[in-house]
């Protein structure tokens, strides 16, 4: 889940969801990522909270890379 929620929020929302565990990512910790950590730890995550239309092209890209290999 991508959202430009509060990580809590995100959370919350996520397990009424149901959605897979995983771990959660802000878009200041993603910042500090580099682009291949991201990649290596794309998988798993499963919500990324506080995020920014330049982090959602990190992610995509990183999910992209994640495919190739």
């Known amino acids: 889940m991508i959202t ?5 929020t995100a959370e ?5 969801l149901d959605l897979p565990p995983g771990k959660s990512l802000t ?4 910042a500090q990522m ?3 950590g ?3 730890e794309i998988e798993k995550i499963s919500i990324f ?3 920014e239309p330049l982090h959602k092209l990190r992610i995509v890209n990183a999910l992209k ?3 190739r290999w």
Request: glycine share 8%; aromatic share 0%; hydrophobic share 40%.
């Open 34 to 36: 580099s682009d291949a």
């Open 4 to 8: 430009g929620d509060n990580k809590v």
């Open 49 to 51: 909270a506080r995020i």
């Open 12 to 16: 919350s929302i996520a397990r009424q």
């Open 65 to 67: 890379n994640m495919a």
């Open 38 to 40: 991201l990649t290596e």
């Open 27 to 30: 878009g200041s910790e993603l």
